[in-house]
């Protein structure tokens, strides 16, 4: 009897790609994965993936083929099942909640967390019901009476303000903005060895509408001082512990006066959802998702950097110097993360499609966002990279709106294929092919998305 694996495909892969390809398709390997590739494991891996592989040649060594990835909880063939049964992800668990799309997946129970499929990313405004869930701590109880709700701000300012969610309305103009809200982990599961945290794929983000007034408005009326350096953000969700606070973030005051940034209280057109911080949040865009503060209580401008839970260290924070994957690090070689890198992820169609035979070119969509940036370029490739072809990207509705892109793509024949996509931001950063520069904690992964067809 063959021995037992009890490690993930992920793992194997991570440990030693040859022995993985030797383990997972049955077949002894030799150095490399052209080797296999030109014998009997190429059968292998067509039969595990559910069909002949075209551009087998092209495959780069050591890679997971993407209908076996846990990268896409949507789903991989039936036929995609590796050879050892208990090398084969576990199934995700999905959401149970009022409100949200029961297709969203669990990343953590305490405090609450879960993420979209990509698939579920296809619409061009997020509906609320797909947006991802990112908690800290407990949720709060919800708000019955949502205009009476209080925050302050104060610190380095002329007139210390306390506004009531009723007074905010009423005193200043609304403004209603399409933007991203991308948490800072997202592709946090992309990084080898694995780092700390919960474990996003791409479904940490999405595009909804947001209405609230401008935060620089408010500021202008507090008469923010010369001395401000910072701000502090704090909500009402109470620690996991039950006392203490959960997580309180800021930026530097010129982010913080971005005419872009929102006090909000309605989400796609309706009033914000406690479970998405109503009935008062943040949205400071671009930047990692954790400045944006749910149940808003209070914005501190202060006279130096800020260092409330969640600043400092390696919290949100990446290396400026590379370290070595898995080292201890140096806290001093760490800045915050600030703008998000360029993301281009495939929205359509999803992970282990299966289309029918003589199928000879597929539609695609797809959403690509770039942190402060707008995307310059989005190119899909179908054979592991070897070639790519530009897709038509659209304009963003408003700064800091994701930008829709579609292509199609031929296809040489049946069989199994990747389709891949790579964005580049304005300033030519492109997406890279696996997530780099890491850190303990993985922030800023970013590789390029793919996902699995199969036709016929």
Not at 31 to 44: M, Q, T
Not at 378 to 391: E, I, K, R, Y
Request: proline share 9%; charged share 25%.
């Amino acid at each position: 009897m063959p021995e037992r694996i009890e490690r993930s495909i992920e793992e194997l892969y991570r440990d030693d790609p040859a022995k993985a390809d030797a383990e997972v398709f049955g077949r002894e390997t030799g150095p490399s994965r052209r080797g296999f590739l030109n014998g009997a494991g190429l059968a292998a891996m067509g039969a595990a993936v559910g069909g002949a592989i075209p551009f087998a040649a092209n495959m780069p060594g050591g890679m997971i083929p993407a209908a076996m990835a846990q990268s896409s909880p949507a789903g991989m063939p039936p036929s995609a099942s590796p050879a050892p049964a208990s090398a084969a992800p576990k199934g995700p668990q999905y959401l149970k909640f009022p409100g949200k799309s029961d297709k969203l997946v669990v990343l953590g129970e305490r405090p609450l967390v879960a993420e979209t499929p990509e698939n579920l990313l296809d619409d061009d405004t997020t509906p609320t019901d797909k947006l991802f869930v990112r908690n800290n701590g407990q949720t709060p109880e919800e708000n019955k009476e949502p205009d009476k709700w209080k925050f302050v701000v104060d610190g380095e300012v002329n007139n210390k303000l306390e506004l009531t969610l009723g007074e905010l309305k009423a005193k200043y103009k609304p403004v209603t903005r399409r933007l991203v809200l991308e948490c800072g982990g997202n592709g946090r599961s992309f990084f080898t060895p694995q780092a700390r945290g919960n474990q996003w794929t791409n479904g940490g983000a999405g595009c909804s509408e947001w209405t609230g007034v401008r935060l620089a408005d408010v500021l202008k009326a507090a008469g923010v001082k010369s001395s401000a350096v910072f701000s502090g953000h704090y909500g009402a969700d109470p620690h996991l512990s039950g006392t203490g606070v959960t997580l309180s973030r800021g930026v530097p005051i010129k982010k913080l006066m971005d005419e872009n940034n929102l006090i909000v209280w309605q989400l796609n057109g309706q009033p914000l959802p406690n479970i998405h911080g109503g009935p008062v949040r943040l949205m400071i865009p671009g930047w990692p998702g954790s400045v944006s503060a749910k149940w808003l209580n209070r914005i501190w401008i202060r006279d130096k950097i800020h260092d409330g839970p969640g600043m400092g260290a390696t919290s949100y924070r990446v290396a400026i110097k590379p370290m070595v994957p898995g080292d201890k690090p140096d806290e001093k070689n760490f800045r915050d993360l600030e703008s998000m890198p360029i993301r281009s992820i495939i929205t359509s169609p999803a992970n282990g499609t299966k289309l029918p035979a003589g199928t000879k070119e597929v539609k695609l969509r797809g959403a690509a966002w770039a942190g402060d940036l707008t995307v310059r370029q989005v190119d899909v490739s179908t054979d592991f990279g070897a070639t790519w072809t530009s897709a038509k990207v659209e304009k963003p509705k408003n700064k800091y709106d994701w930008q829709r892109w579609t292509a199609t793509v031929k296809l040489p024949s049946d069989g199994y294929f990747e389709i891949w996509t790579r964005g580049t931001d304005a300033k030519g950063t492109m997406q890279p092919h696996i997530a780099g520069n890491w850190n303990p904690q993985g922030y800023g992964g970013n590789p390029m998305h793919r996902v699995a067809v199969l036709v016929g």
